[in-house]
């Protein structure tokens, strides 16, 4: 066992786990952060997804001893009830979601795509979103949500 | 449909409802929230019958601990049967603390109304409340249904209970769910249902982490660990070792339709009726229309935790019937069934028998060898596409007459297909996977069909909907099962419809008529009509058509009503066919009576619509001769973000008219559309699903 040090959501934390660790298990397992979902294990489906310095990542499969001096974060930092982030706003909005299991990854996708692409397009949006899966067909909410977002103004 | 199973099986509105003094309402109910929102409509019923603010009522979540009995959530029957035993339980309630509060106060009862948890007269005054009266009014009464239907859609919608928890990303999912002391369990299985473990070589567990603990029990194997991650690469090391040995081989998957037609089969004769004597000499018109297995394909993997405290099994799960499964569970160990307890924790979607409940034994079987240790099992992803069960592949052939007036005769339709139902606790079997594997456990059953009652299984919707001078209808079930069905949203609606709505797109362009206009002048049913006329006004019908033809797209139509008994339902897709098949509208039309919430109907359909269009164009279970091979999102693909069409729902209110439910009725009027769409697209009839390229270009020849 190995203790290792992650910056997750602004906060210097640790954990002790092994070398080959999923990067999610640690999340959810030692660090009690439950948003990001087990979907596949094989970087195919997006529940899982984080930021990773920034950029949206499957952590699924990600060593978690690869993460190093990243910052990670996720989707409990994004925004909370009284201040959501716009894009939660507008998913609470639109009653954007059915069973809302791959949500947590989507809004993270989503909020990077908006932080980079201020003003996109409908097919942007999808095909930006192409990474995650939704089994449940919310597709279409969750693009309107997205696009609402963008123009309502990312912080 | 008994409209008030529920309530008749459950009468006392203490089953349903507990008012504490503080004014909150806790309403138990035996229905399961899978993200289609059923407790957010049931809470919309509860709170208008009672004059609760929303806030002041609260769903428990379902357990067989206290929660009254409603049997499985499946059918599109919750609204309807859940929410008329509420609507009930409610309405009594509201009048006896109603009579309650007018003996105290000496006024006529009928003067008074609630507001907002308030008993009030005409003038205001407020002579008591759900909270103050709390403790003075026997609810150990039987409720009786309200004469009267409240007209739901004179409410504002509700805003769904368990969206805030998930935009948040707040702990919800019984993946989120730990125990304290808990252990981790993988299972690993074989490739195929029925096979034997033959060999766990002596060195295969040895290079396990010394945490893990090796279960075997006849051909069940797991292992478990306090970490997950250790649990999760001993499952893997292992599952490289082991040699299974198939009991039979799987069926050529090229040939499945045949294979099909080839097996031991049960026949109903599901119409057989004569309604005119007349001779057509007219046209007659053959096609055979085939689909593969469909997988339920949730986003999350299944999962269940389970404490044994020596006497008493607790079991938590996404199960859709926690009292189906807790007399399966029971059954299956030998034990009584009140020395089970089964709670609801919210899964991933769920659209109809998945691997909930096999995961759910699994934790069982685990826990009743840890000493009293809680067990967490998740399934992997290549167990959730390939080991639970599936929606049988069909194949139908349909035949029919078409005279020069327009009019059809002899009509006959005849379906093969596994059975669709193998649900804990199907006839007498508990019907779990791992009791199959496990040593002195029972093999799983063939699957049944749901009967007439229940709308029928690989039958459902097999019965056209259309005025015919004759109709023959019979169904195939086979009874050799090498790969495990059962439920799936829609049952055998999704193959009959698209069949259907297909063949009779074939039989008006063999009269040379309008699909439209030809589907029309075959049907009565005014509610019928409405939803026909409707989808096909939005979608522009009549000049999208024209424009259409010149552009490698095209305009097709899909009708049916859901079990011939439900929710009206017709769509219209726009189709576009170049390398590949792609939809880029459809607008749907959908009539489920009286709707109680409205944007949870939008809802239901839209996605409904969006998974119809999934598999009709993309999905099929892949198989080799020793096993399922379409065990991962990539093997397995499902729709996209940019390949999702854009979906317009018009519905059609019908106030005071009995609730019917919305989530499985469009899945076939999509398929026919699809089907029609393509086929206006490129002049070519597919008959095949899924529409893929490969499909198309066979029926291309």
């Known amino acids: 066992m190995t203790v290792i040090s992650l910056r997750v959501n602004g906060e210097q934390v640790r954990a002790d786990t092994e070398p080959g660790t999923p990067l999610l298990t640690v999340l959810?397992?030692?660090?009690?952060?439950?948003?990001?979902?087990?979907?596949?294990?094989?970087?195919?489906?997006?529940?899982?997804?984080?930021?990773?310095?920034?950029?949206?990542?499957?952590?699924?499969?990600?060593?978690?001893?690869v993460v190093g001096d990243s910052e990670i974060r996720t989707l409990e930092s994004l925004g909370t009830e009284s201040e959501p982030h716009p894009l939660q706003r507008a998913f609470l909005d639109g009653q954007v979601g059915q069973c809302g299991y791959c949500l947590p990854g989507i809004i993270m996708r989503a909020a990077a795509y908006l932080r980079d692409h201020p003003a996109p397009s409908r097919a942007d949006v999808a095909e930006a979103l192409d990474p995650n899966l939704c089994r449940c067909g919310s597709h279409q909410r969750i693009i309107d949500a997205v696009l609402r977002a963008g123009r309502t103004g990312m912080p | 449909v008994n409209r008030s199973a529920s309530l008749a099986a459950n009468p006392l509105i203490s089953s349903w409802l507990t008012v504490q003094e503080d004014g909150t309402v806790i309403l138990r109910v035996g229905k399961v929230e899978f993200g289609q929102g059923i407790h957010t409509a049931l809470t919309q019923i509860a709170i208008g019958e009672l004059g609760l603010p929303p806030g002041k009522l609260v769903v428990a979540p379902p357990s067989t601990a206290g929660s009254p009995d409603e049997g499985f959530t499946a059918g599109s029957l919750s609204t309807q049967v859940s929410g008329a035993a509420v609507r009930a339980a409610c309405a009594t309630a509201r009048r006896l603390f109603i009579e309650t509060a007018a003996a105290k106060a000496g006024v006529p009862a009928r003067s008074l109304s609630v507001i907002d948890g308030d008993i009030r007269t005409p003038e205001g005054e407020i002579v008591g409340s759900y909270g103050s009266l709390a403790g003075q009014?026997?609810?150990?009464?039987?409720?009786?249904?309200?004469?009267?239907?409240?007209?739901?859609?004179?409410?504002?919608?509700?805003?769904?209970?368990?969206?805030?928890?998930?935009?948040?990303?707040?702990?919800?999912?019984?993946?989120?769910?730990?125990?304290?002391?808990?252990?981790?369990?993988?299972?690993?299985?074989?490739?195929?249902?029925?096979?034997?473990?033959?060999?766990?070589?002596a060195d295969a567990c040895v290079s396990l982490a010394p945490s893990v603990q090796v279960v075997r029990d006849g051909n069940f194997l797991a292992v478990l660990s306090e970490r997950e991650e250790a649990a999760a690469a001993a499952a893997d090391a292992l599952s490289q070792r082991v040699t299974w040995e198939p009991a039979e081989d799987l069926p050529d998957q090229s040939r499945l339709a045949a294979w099909l037609r080839a097996q031991p089969r049960e026949t109903s004769v599901l119409a057989n009726e004569q309604k005119d004597g007349r001779k057509r000499d007219g046209t007659v018109v053959r096609a055979s229309y085939s689909r593969g297995l469909l997988a339920h394909a949730s986003i999350a993997a299944s999962c269940a935790l389970a404490r044994f405290d020596g006497r008493v099994l607790e079991v938590w799960s996404h199960t859709q019937g926690i009292y189906p499964l807790r007399g399966a569970i029971a059954g299956a160990f030998g034990m009584d069934q009140s020395d089970v307890v089964v709670r609801h924790v919210e899964g991933a979607g769920c659209y109809g028998h998945n691997p909930a409940d096999d995961a759910a034994f699994d934790a069982a079987l685990l826990a009743r060898r840890t000493g009293g240790r809680p067990v967490r099992v998740l399934w992997d992803r290549a167990a959730e596409l390939g080991s639970g069960p599936l929606a049988s592949a069909m194949t139908a052939d349909v035949s029919a007459e078409i005279g020069a007036?327009?009019?059809?005769?002899?009509?006959?339709?005849?379906?093969?297909?596994?059975?669709?139902?193998?649900?804990?606790?199907?006839?007498?079997?508990?019907?779990?996977?791992?009791?199959?594997?496990?040593?002195?456990?029972?093999?799983?059953?063939?699957?049944?069909?749901?009967?007439?009652?229940?709308?029928?299984?690989?039958?459902?919707?097999?019965?056209?909907?259309?005025?015919?001078?004759?109709?023959?209808?019979?169904?195939?079930?086979?009874?050799?099962?090498?790969?495990?069905?059962?439920?799936?949203?829609?049952?055998?609606?999704?193959?009959?419809?698209?069949?259907?709505?297909?063949?009779?797109?074939?039989?008006?362009?063999?009269?040379?008529?309008?699909?439209?206009?030809?589907?029309?002048?075959?049907?009565?049913?005014?509610?019928?009509?409405?939803?026909?006329?409707?989808?096909?006004?939005?979608?522009?019908?009549?000049?999208?058509?024209?424009?259409?033809?010149?552009?490698?797209?095209?305009?097709?139509?899909?009708?049916?009503?859901?079990?011939?008994?439900?929710?009206?339902?017709?769509?219209?897709?726009?189709v576009e066919a170049t390398e590949s098949v792609r939809v880029r509208r459809i607008v749907v039309a959908v009539d489920v009576g009286q709707v109680v919430n409205l944007d949870g109907v939008r809802n239901q359909i839209e996605g409904g619509a969006v998974q119809a269009v999934s598999w009709t164009l993309k999905e099929q279970v892949r198989f080799g001769r020793d096993g399922i091979t379409s065990l991962n999102w990539n093997t397995y693909p499902i729709l996209r973000f940019s390949e999702t069409p854009q979906v317009d729902v018009v519905v059609i209110n019908r106030p005071g008219l009995p609730v019917v439910g919305a989530g499985e009725c469009v899945a076939g009027p999509v398929a026919g559309a699809i089907a029609n769409g393509l086929c206006a697209a490129i002049g070519v009839r597919v008959r095949a699903l899924p529409l893929t390229a490969e499909n198309v270009v066979q029926a291309i020849g």
């Not at chain 2, 004179?154 to 998930?166: F, G, I, N, S, V």
């Not at chain 2, 409707?534 to 009549?542: H, N």
Request: charged letters at 20%; proline letters at 7%.
């Open chain 2, 137 to 201: 009014v026997d609810l150990d009464f039987e409720a009786a249904e309200p004469s009267q239907e409240t007209d739901g859609s004179a409410q504002p919608d509700l805003q769904r209970l368990d969206l805030p928890d998930k935009i948040f990303g707040r702990p919800r999912f019984i993946q989120d769910l730990e125990l304290p002391g808990m252990l981790h369990a993988r299972v690993i299985r074989p490739p195929l249902l029925r096979a034997v473990l033959r060999e766990i070589p």
């Open chain 1, 28 to 65: 959810r397992n030692y660090l009690g952060l439950k948003a990001a979902k087990f979907g596949c294990g094989q970087s195919l489906c997006g529940a899982c997804t984080v930021w990773v310095d920034g950029c949206p990542t499957y952590s699924c499969d990600f060593p978690v001893e």
């Open chain 2, 405 to 574: 007036d327009g009019s059809v005769g002899n009509w006959t339709y005849d379906v093969w297909s596994n059975g669709y139902t193998s649900r804990p606790g199907y006839a007498g079997n508990p019907g779990l996977l791992a009791n199959g594997y496990r040593h002195g456990g029972r093999p799983l059953p063939a699957s049944v069909d749901p009967g007439s009652e229940a709308g029928l299984g690989s039958g459902r919707n097999a019965v056209p909907p259309y005025t015919f001078g004759s109709a023959c209808v019979a169904t195939h079930r086979v009874l050799s099962m090498p790969i495990r069905t059962s439920a799936i949203r829609s049952l055998g609606a999704h193959f009959n419809v698209f069949a259907i709505e297909s063949f009779m797109d074939e039989l008006a362009a063999a009269a040379g008529a309008d699909p439209l206009a030809f589907r029309l002048a075959l049907l009565d049913d005014e509610r019928a009509r409405a939803v026909i006329s409707a989808a096909a006004e939005g979608a522009g019908w009549g000049q999208r058509r024209e424009a259409a033809a010149h552009a490698d797209t095209g305009l097709g139509l899909g009708y049916a009503r859901y079990k011939n008994a439900g929710a009206f339902c017709a769509a219209v897709a726009e």
